[in-house]
């Protein structure tokens, strides 16, 4: 069959192109690929939900509960058929699937670009592949939240809201920017139609637009090369080809990771919608977004509530907590690869610790992040008593400068010790192989 | 030799070809923009989304008890959250919870503990006040404070504001008090009195368009 299909379609030259491509052996080089498995676990869970999900926010009769004639019980459809995929066979978990393996897509993303940035992966040529890498973290986390608001239980609804306002906040225009992106004044009536359609078409496909561009470029510049390459045969490609070599590597990794996601799913509930029930004007206690978002959270929950006009705009302290401030951080991701000013062409990954500079950098900003997501837990931290409501707003403001100083003066000082420890070793291996010449 | 010297076009083609491409991609482009109006319907302005108005009846906004007026006995120190209800062009109750903006807060403080800032003359005995239950924040429904009794809390990013001193913002991001809305008692109901004394969200920072928006009521009334 392969004679017949190449005569007529000449895959063989697909082969040599593709099919043959080295992949480094390296654990690190495959928190990519489980990122890539999790978004196709995602197409296909989500395509099971699309065909028992009921995407409008009309009033029905609960049919679990229907009240009365005169007082009928009425909740929205896409929170009534949430419910009613939790009570069909599977259709609980298949949420939780889809849910956990969301959650696992853009922390596998997250520590891919981490594995990145700190070997120099993302210096000439490979910019591009950076750049493209970022938007995919950004569509992810949006397909992600669009998701959250798709059973439009109270969660979903307050969630929404929020994000309703933040949209709305820029200034100029904000209102016309929320109302177009959500379908009226909120909660339009069509603002779950709206939702969906971003949710299942819109994103998935810039989602998959991008993955392909990402993994074409990937293809034609080539991984950086692990160290261990370089000992073995120096500017070389070194690894096993995706056939037939690494395809089974990829497999047993797929089938172990999706194991661990039903694992995870058969016994962590996630969006529980019974729980929370229909949209109410009974606000939830201590909403939290999902966890990559939790730093955004943070920020706003610290940011003192400015507001002033700037030539007729209204610049309020959600528009710098939820917009400005994010973007700052996102434009200084994107401008990694800017700061590398070398012409040569990146050929071998480096060890992180002789780039003390930019591996502080990294887990500054990493700290940043960390203690803005610590942020986010400011009620709690208030209601047990760590911090009170006078002072919680300074301490976590000196933390935010604080923390992220003395974390890179910390990688400072490890990198100069590890380097101190690295050159004793070689001292002593020269002074032993100079005793065996004797 | 040649009598003729060849002439350079005013244009190449190549630039003739690059500029007339610009143009239809310009032009098509820009027609397509056209399209995201659609994505923005318009807004009617019905009964269930007009703001509390003069006569409305404040009915409680908790599920099991929903559309049922509120005495003054039903009123503590506790947050109670209500709704306008008004009539619709056909004279039917009408619930005023097409705007989920509409939602209320209701407190009642023994005599002589609401002061200024709160207006007293919108109150009824300077005992019940009643403010927009939407934080002028992000919009998120605020509730009673968890650690100080007398206090609200919005449990979206912790602002908190103040409900016996107009409330005014203690604590956290909101940029403005609770809008006020002025009541008065009606024998055993509670009757909303005019419109918010400042706009409510999320007009809280754009009085004009809530002037607009009374105005359209207005219009829409009469
Ligand atoms: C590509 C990345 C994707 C991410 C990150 C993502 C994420 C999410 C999340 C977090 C939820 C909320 C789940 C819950 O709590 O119930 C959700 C719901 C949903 N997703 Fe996705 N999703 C993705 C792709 C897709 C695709 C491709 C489809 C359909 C073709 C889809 C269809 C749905 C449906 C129908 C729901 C609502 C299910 C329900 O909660 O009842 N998703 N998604
Ligand atoms: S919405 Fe109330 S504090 Fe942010």
Known sequence: MNQWLDDRLHIS????????????????FFLGEITLFSLIILILTGILLALSYEPSNSMVVNSFDPGTADAPNLVPAAY???????????????????????????????????????????????????????????????TAVTGYVLPYDNYAYNTLKVIYSIAASIPWVGEWVAQAAFAGKFPGDGVIPRVYGYHIMLLPGILLALTGAHMLLMIKQKHTQPQYAKRVAYKKIV???????????????????????????????????????????????????????????????IIPGIEFDFLGGNINSEFIGAILLPTLAIGAMFAVPMLDRSRENLYYAENPTNHPVR????????????????????????????????????????ATFLIPALSYFFVQAVVRGIRSLREADERDRTTHAAHADD | MTRYKRQD???????????????????????????????????????????????????????????????????????????????????????RK?????????????????????????????????????????GCSVSDSDINAGEMRCPCHSGQFAPKRGAVVIGGPPPKPLAQLPIRQDGERLVVAGFFLTPPYPYHNNEAEWDNLKQEVEEALA
């Open chain 1, 13 to 28: 030259r697909l082969n040599d192109k593709f099919l043959r491509k080295a992949f480094p052996v390296h654990h690190s």
């Open chain 1, 80 to 142: 009534h058929s949430a419910l009613k995929i939790n009570a069909a066979p599977f259709g609980d978990m298949l949420r939780r699937i889809h849910h956990w393996t969301a959650n696992i897509m853009v922390a596998a993303a997250v520590i891919h670009m981490m594995r990145v940035y700190f070997t120099g992966a993302f210096k000439k040529p490979r910019e591009i592949n950076w750049w493209i890498g970022m938007l995919l973290l950004i569509f992810s986390a949006l």
């Open chain 1, 239 to 301: 690894g096993v080809p995706l056939m037939t070599q690494q395809t089974p590597i990829m497999l047993m990794l797929t089938l172990l990771f999706a194991g661990i996601i039903v694992l995870f799913s058969a016994f962590i509930p996630v969006h529980p919608v019974e729980y929370f029930g229909p949209p109410s004007t009974t606000p939830i206690d201590n909403i939290k977004p999902d966890w990559y978002l939790l730093w955004v959270f943070g920020v706003l929950a």
């Open chain 1, 359 to 398: 591996l502080g950098i990294g887990v500054a900003f990493m700290m940043l992040l960390a203690v803005w997501s610590v942020a986010g837990y400011k009620p709690e931290l208030i209601s047990s008593g760590i911090l009170s409501t006078e002072n919680a707003n300074t301490v976590l403001w000196i």
């Open chain 2, 9 to 95: 076009p005013e244009i190449t083609r190549r630039k003739f070809i690059n500029v007339a491409m610009g143009t239809t991609a310009a032009v098509g482009g820009v027609s397509l923009l056209s399209a995201l109006g659609s994505a923005n319907p318009v807004f009617r302005l019905t009964a269930d989304k007009m703001p509390p108005l003069e006569g409305d009846i404040l009915v409680h906004a908790e599920e099991s008890k929903e559309g049922r007026p509120i005495a003054l006995a039903d009123l503590s120190d506790q947050l109670v959250r209500a709704w306008p209800m008004g009539k619709d062009e056909n004279g039917a109750d009408v619930i």
């Open chain 2, 98 to 138: 097409g705007d989920p903006n509409n939602i209320l807060a209701l407190y009642r403080f023994p005599a002589g503990e609401i002061v200024a800032p709160t207006n007293l003359e919108a109150t009824v005995d300077g005992q019940v006040v009643a403010y927009s239950d939407v934080c002028t924040h992000a």
